[in-house]
């Protein structure tokens, strides 16, 4: 599985931005999710969604704020994120598994989200 990751860019604190993955090799059978890596720190989970686009499930962190979606006919996950803060900037990665399997082993390149003060 491939996947692109687009959409990051430079935001005013309280703006939105929207991500999106498109993925190839397979995708409708696939969990997919997003985490992110900011300067000097790990990378963190941040949301993660099943093949279905049933229960998604978020880190505490952003809960409320950011909203995963998947359109499985055009084989591309969506990550809302509204009300950003300076301590959402990060590389945000899009990631897949195969389902019913555990652990992300399928990474995209990163897109970088900035939020300024």
């Known amino acids: 599985v491939q996947l692109q990751a687009s959409g990051g860019g430079l935001v005013q604190a309280g703006g939105s931005l929207k991500l999106s993955c498109a993925a190839s090799g397979g995708f409708s059978n696939y969990d997919m999710g997003w985490f992110r890596q900011a300067p000097g720190k790990e990378r963190e989970f941040v949301v993660g969604i099943n093949w279905s686009g049933g229960a998604p499930y978020y880190d505490d962190s952003v809960k409320g704020r950011f909203y995963i979606s998947r359109d499985n006919a055009k084989n591309t996950v969506f990550l809302q994120m509204n009300s950003l803060k300076p301590e959402d900037t990060a590389v945000y990665y899009c990631?897949?598994?195969?389902?019913?399997?555990?652990?992300?082993?399928?990474w995209g390149q990163g897109t970088q989200v900035t939020v300024s003060s």
């Open positions: 990631v897949a598994r195969r389902s019913g399997t555990v652990g992300y082993n399928y």
